[in-house]
């Protein structure tokens, strides 16, 4: 089970804050695919790659005046979750757009988070940033074990990128990541992805309702989940 940060497992304490960061940081992929354009039409004449600037990310992080505390609240209900799952042993993944170095990483000890999760991606430790694949393929890598055939893969989060990424990972290691949308504008992606409906999460409730049930299929919520047997990642 892989979750997104920013909006899932935390909300700001000024919400028009993450609106401004998730703009930001849209605005960095536009960027980003242009710059790759170009970079394409330069193949013959490119050398090297060279790693990611991310000057819009550093400089976010730069001019911030707060401490996380300051600036976060856990979500307690998917709190609640990651208990649940830690329980029956699902391994669990961060996959993040935020930067770890001076934030992301911060956010996880201030809050008690870090037990659950047996690896993280930040935005500095991939070439390319959701919605691309790059993040949620190296948080497969990092996860302890080898993928098995059988294995069933949740993603979620809280944002369009957060699906197209699964749906890209899926197509990267022909093996099903599973998006799991919550909240209004990851249900646009999912629209736009054609996910079932069972896929898209209105509230943190409202999965914490799925989880379980994927947990007792003879239990009154099964028909809640068919489409979603239960994670083993």
């Known amino acids: 089970m892989l979750f997104d940060l920013d909006g899932t497992l935390v909300h700001h304490v000024n919400p028009r804050v993450l609106q401004m960061l998730e703009f930001l940081d849209d605005c960095s992929h536009r960027g980003g695919r242009l ?4 970079r394409l039409a330069r193949r013959g004449r490119t050398v090297q ?3 990611p600037k991310l ?29 649940r799952l830690r329980s029956e042993g699902v391994a669990m993944g961060v996959v993040s757009n935020g930067l770890g170095r001076g934030y992301g990483h911060d956010v996880l000890e201030a ?24 993040s949620l393929l190296a948080a ?18 809280d944002q369009r990128k957060d699906i197209g990424a699964a749906v890209a990972a899926s197509q990267a290691i022909g093996h099903a990541v599973r998006p799991i949308a919550l909240g209004a504008r990851a249900a646009l992606g999912a629209v736009e992805a054609r996910l079932a409906p ?6 943190a409730l409202d999965f914490e309702r799925t989880v379980a049930a994927a947990f007792e299929p003879d239990g009154i919520e099964r028909s809640l989940i ?8």
């Open 198 to 203: 069972a896929q898209i999460m209105w509230s």
């Open 35 to 38: 710059v790759a354009r170009f």
């Open 140 to 157: 497969l890598d990092g996860i302890g074990r080898e993928l098995r055939r059988n294995d069933v893969i949740w993603y979620i989060g």
């Open 226 to 233: 068919d489409p979603l047997p239960a994670p083993l990642l």
């Open 49 to 51: 790659k060279p790693a």
């Open 111 to 134: 809050f008690d988070l870090k037990k659950y999760f047996s690896t993280a991606v930040f935005r500095e430790d991939v070439a390319r940033g959701k919605p691309w694949p790059d």
């Open 55 to 83: 000057l819009v990310h550093k400089a976010i992080h730069k001019v911030r005046r707060k401490s996380v505390e300051q600036m976060l609240v856990p979500c307690e209900t998917m709190r609640g979750v990651l208990e």
